[in-house]
């Protein structure tokens, strides 16, 4: 049945930059619900194997598999239409638009693709689904405010908020807590934890105890190469994790 086969089946993923390989040869299945972790020291492969599932870069070899269909190769844009959406690592806000012109248009994507760069007067949809957004996010006192003018923090949780607008059954956060505070990063937690009530989610994510705290299943990357995978607290002890990751 369709609820027993994993949302999102990676298959020997690979591609190489040069010599280099990126990723190496990764398999890992995410169920439905709950938080799957992709941990690993800079430079191992994650913000790689993201956009090679989100469909930015094309693999060298492999398959993925969403919802138990083959969307290898599949553009960005049609693969959050059938549902997958990402954060980036790097902020990805229009800055000289408003948060709620952010929203509206990330939304409009769903009903028009790329028609979404139509006049924004054109959908009441999308502008009440920025406005359901803006209320889940805390953002409302914001709405109208450039997303340039946001702090960091702020245009972090926008960016999720942005990826959520399609309302995607995976979402894939690259490092949403990168650059924030204790108490922006403790709020991120959270708000990561209440969004798994309703969406799959893969995190990127540098702060191991957030990682222990949310995760569900964590995968452990290293060069290219997955080396361990299971519950937090298993990988936590894993002594080749230890080793290649948590050890100084
Ligand atoms: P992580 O997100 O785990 O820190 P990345 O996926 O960003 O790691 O990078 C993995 C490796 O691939 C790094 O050595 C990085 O320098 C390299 N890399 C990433 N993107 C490119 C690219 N477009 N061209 C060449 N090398 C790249
Ligand atoms: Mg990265």
Not at 7 to 19: K, T
Not at 85 to 114: C, M, P
Not at 134 to 148: K, M, T
Not at 203 to 223: A, I, N, Y
Request: hydrophobic content about 45%; some cysteine; overall charge neutral.
């Amino acid at each position: 049945a369709a609820s027993s086969q994993p949302l999102l089946d990676v298959r020997g993923l690979s591609v190489r930059f040069g010599a280099l390989r990126a990723v190496d040869d990764v398999s890992m299945q995410v169920v439905r619900g709950g938080i799957t972790s992709l941990i690993g020291p800079n430079g191992a492969g994650k913000s790689t194997l993201f956009n090679l599932i989100s469909g930015a870069l094309r693999p060298t070899a492999g398959t993925v598999l969403f919802d138990g269909v083959d969307v290898t190769g599949w553009s960005p844009h049609k693969l959050l239409r059938a549902g997958l959406a990402r954060s980036f690592q790097i902020t990805n806000l229009f800055v000289d638009l408003t948060v709620r012109e952010n929203l509206r248009l990330a939304a409009q994507v769903l009903e028009s693709g790329w028609l979404a760069l139509r006049p924004l007067a054109a959908s009441h949809l999308a502008l009440a689904r920025a406005d359901e957004l803006l209320e889940e996010f805390a953002l409302q006192a914001r709405a109208n405010d450039l997303a340039g003018a946001l702090s960091h923090g702020e245009q972090r949780r926008l960016e999720i908020a942005v990826a959520l607008a399609c309302r995607p059954r995976l979402l894939l956060l690259d490092e949403p807590t990168q650059g924030m505070s204790h108490a922006d990063t403790a709020d991120t937690a959270a708000l990561i934890k209440r969004l798994a009530g309703g969406v799959s989610i893969v995190l990127v994510e540098h702060d191991v105890g957030l990682v222990m705290d949310v995760s569900d299943h964590v995968v452990v990357l290293t060069q290219g190469r997955k080396l361990a995978e299971g519950p937090p607290r298993t990988v936590r002890a894993d002594p080749r994790v230890q080793a290649a990751y948590f050890g100084e």
